[in-house]
């Protein structure tokens, strides 16, 4: 698959996510008293608006013979049933054995919203679950670095395979995140995440800091 078949799937899974959500939304009641209300049950907030921010940490499984430390950070504006996001994603090689090896992308992806309620639970914290489904595109670069400082005692590297390496590339990002709201304004959860590239797919999962507002 070239850079160019997956720009063309990427704009079609983005045209696919936007068409479902508009059609999900119209569906939805927009306000409160929109909603009927039945005893014991918690009122729907399907107008609500919130900018989260998730902070994550965990494995890259798909990169676990050379890059597993993952980290991520993301940014996301959710309106309704929609969210759109930036955030970036890199994973490190550990120890200090030689080539370090690093994995670096960002994303733009927007997706799917869902709380509580629209699984059927009508508890009073319904509106404290918060699950995501997301695509997008993303720009990555990958990098193979050799330390070629030596100190004087040191013999001269000379074995012609230590050659850095940096390849970069456009992919498509899934991501989905399940996360439950602790306090008003943090929440926890988990996040399970996926690069579709023609250079090297990689996957992984991490647990996620949430951040809300307001």
Known sequence: MTV???????????????CSTAALAQERPRFESDVPKGI???PIHY???HLRLFGSFGSNIGLLGDAPVALSGMISYQRL???LGAGFLSSSSTGGSQPFK???EADITYG???SGNDFGYFGSDAKDFYIAASAGISFFNYQERWRFGRRFS???DTNVSHRNLSVAGVGIPVILQADYSVRKYVGFGVEVFANLNTYRINYGALVTLELIYP
């Open 4 to 18: 160019r078949k997956i720009g063309c799937v990427s704009a079609i899974v983005l045209a696919l996510l936007a």
């Open 40 to 42: 014991g049950t918690a």
């Open 47 to 49: 107008n609500d608006s």
């Open 81 to 83: 049933h929609s969210a």
């Open 102 to 104: 690093n994995w670096f």
């Open 112 to 114: 799917y919203v869902a």
């Open 154 to 156: 040191d013999p001269i």
